[in-house]
Nanobody, 114 residues
């Protein structure tokens, strides 16, 4: 099973931007290309929630709370997905996880100060 490794989190002021990355380091290319890839997040004291997804043909889907602010993309030959987050709000604070099927990354912390 592939390993998912996230990076790019950090501390940013409200209105700022961050770009998260997730590399499926152990996947063979055909495996990565066949999967829908997802971003989830978990705020302190809350359940993990869906943020965005992207299919192998680059069809995307977003949670209503992030539409028009976040953009998910993928670079298949690099086995990598991205989450460009703009106009960040304090309520976007949480640990962001990369996911496909039943595989999860370790998460990367995003903190947005007001």
């Amino acid at each position: 099973q592939g390993q998912l490794v996230e990076s790019g989190g950090g501390l940013v002021q409200a209105g700022g931007s961050l770009r998260l990355s997730c590399v499926a380091s152990r996947d063979i290319l055909s495996t990565f290309n066949s999967y829908v890839m997802n971003w989830y997040r978990q705020a302190p004291g809350k359940q993990r929630e869906f943020v965005a997804s992207i299919t192998s043909s680059h069809t995307t889907n977003y949670a209503d709370s992030v539409k028009d602010r976040f953009t998910i993309s993928r670079h298949n030959s690099k086995k990598t997905i991205y989450l460009q987050m703009n106009d960040l709000k304090p309520e976007d604070t949480g640990i962001y996880f990369c996911n496909r099927a039943n595989a999860w990354g370790q998460g990367t912390q995003v903190t947005v100060s007001s």
